[in-house]
Antibody, heavy 117, light 110 residues
């Protein structure tokens, strides 16, 4: 069974750093891209970027380039989304999903990130 | 890179059909068949309903169908059921080698 399990909810202060994770199982982790999606409170879905764990090829959506860092450790079948300095506007639910030709066919349960002073 | 345009809401009675449009440009929807649709009930993760314009994953009822004409893709739900009430999002590959979602449509079953 294909599963993507994300790390738990986080509460952080502005300016702090954060790295959340997404662990894949039940399939060949290096054969599919992993995408990250943001959903701000009460808002729609936004593509953030996508990574191919086999060679760490990464494509960022223009709105998120330079704002976050996407990475992966294929040895433990885990993808990451990282911030150096969080802002209140980063408060959102973040989803990872397995991607095949742009289709997000399996999704993680989501990680809620709350940034508040 | 702007979001694809969807109507904010559509509604229908049980058994009726509703269609959700997803309008992009020649740089995304109009040039690629990598258009997919996702269903998101409140408080849950999105679920894939249609991929590559008109293909249904295993387990998705055949009441759901997709199509595309020019820069506009469409999702039709035939025989609307109460369980179909959710937010729906389209997504497309773009000429920038990235992806973009639609603005989202709330489907209400009257």
């Amino acid at each position: 069974e294909v599963q993507l399990v994300q790390s738990g909810a986080e509460v952080k202060k502005p300016g702090e750093s954060l790295k959340i994770s997404c662990k894949g199982s039940g399939y060949s982790f290096t054969s599919y891209w992993i995408g990250w999606v943001r959903q701000m409170p009460g808002k729609g879905l936004e593509w953030m970027g996508i990574i191919y764990p086999a060679d760490s090829d990464i494509r960022y959506s223009p709105s998120f380039q330079g704002q976050v860092t996407i990475s992966a450790d294929k040895s433990i079948s885990t993808a990451y989304l990282q911030w150096i300095s969080l802002k209140a506007s980063d408060t959102a639910m973040y989803y990872c999903a397995r991607a095949s030709f742009g289709t997000l066919d399996y999704w993680g349960q989501g990680t809620l990130v709350t940034v508040s002073s | 890179q702007s979001a694809l345009t969807q109507p904010p809401s559509v509604s229908g009675s049980p058994g009726q059909s509703v269609t959700i449009s997803c309008t992009g440009t020649s740089s995304d929807v109009g040039s690629y068949n990598r258009v997919s649709w996702y269903q998101q009930p409140p408080g849950t993760a999105p679920k894939l309903m249609i991929y590559e314009v008109s293909n249904r994953p295993s387990g998705v009822p055949d009441r759901f169908s997709g199509s595309k004409s020019g820069n506009t893709a469409s999702l039709t739900i035939s025989g609307l059921q109460a369980e179909d009430e959710a937010d729906y999002y389209c997504s497309s590959y773009t000429s920038s080698s990235t992806y973009v979602f639609g603005t989202g449509t709330k489907v209400t079953v009257l």
